[in-house]
């Protein structure tokens, strides 16, 4: 049997503040008051002879995280920049030829174009989801898409669409790598990485 064990590092890409309402990963709490969370990315190295995967890009701008999404502050520091992030663990964002989108709220698809040999990996459902929201247009979060940004949406449809790769279900990407489907949890098409 292979050893495809993978080594698994945090990218802190921002952070923001949230209500601790929306806040539902570190808080189910009706509490209102604002709390700090981070903005991350994943970097997955393996030990043996295969490719890095980044899981996730983070957000496309601080400020039109607050004046488009309608959402609370959001920061970011040049020591913060994906390809620095990157940099740290001696990659460039040109060796990166898998992405995993776990989903593609504004603050996990924001940085794709960084990418140009990039495969993006996302559930058909969730890009189906994105590109045509079923919420009001006239919602005072999220941009009118409950936290899709239509920016990063229109640049997966065009002009990265060839760099797309649509599955269905739980799919293996990489030896020890799988998507596995949580679908109708936090986006239609959630996945997270087994």
């Known amino acids: 049997m292979s050893n495809h064990n993978w080594e698994i590092y945090p ?35 393996p030990t043996f002879n295969e490719e890095p995967i980044l899981v996730d ?27 620095t992030q990157l940099k740290n663990h001696g990659f460039t964002a040109e060796e990166i030829k898998k992405v995993i989108l776990t989903h593609l709220h504004y603050d996990h698809a924001g940085g794709c174009t960084e990418f140009p040999n990039a495969k993006f990996i996302v559930q058909r459902t969730e890009l189906q989801a994105a590109a045509a929201p079923m919420v009001s ?15 990063d949406i ?6 990265l669409w060839p760099q797309v790769h649509l599955i269905e279900g739980d799919t293996e990407i990489a030896p020890g790598v ?4 949580f679908q109708n949890t936090h986006t239609p098409g959630s996945q997270a990485k087994q």
């Open 178 to 181: 799988k998507c596995v489907l």
């Open 154 to 159: 229109a640049e997966l449809i065009d002009p």
């Open 11 to 45: 990218l802190v890409l921002g952070e923001a503040d949230v209500s601790k309402v929306l806040d539902t990963f570190w808080s189910l709490s009706r509490d209102k008051s604002m709390v700090t969370v981070p903005i991350l990315a994943w970097l997955l190295v």
């Open 57 to 83: 890009t983070g957000f496309r701008d601080a400020e039109r995280c607050q004046t488009v999404h309608g959402l609370g502050p959001h920061r970011t520091k040049p020591e913060w920049s994906l390809r």
């Open 137 to 151: 247009s006239q919602l005072k979060i999220g941009g009118g898409a409950l936290f899709y940004d239509r920016k």
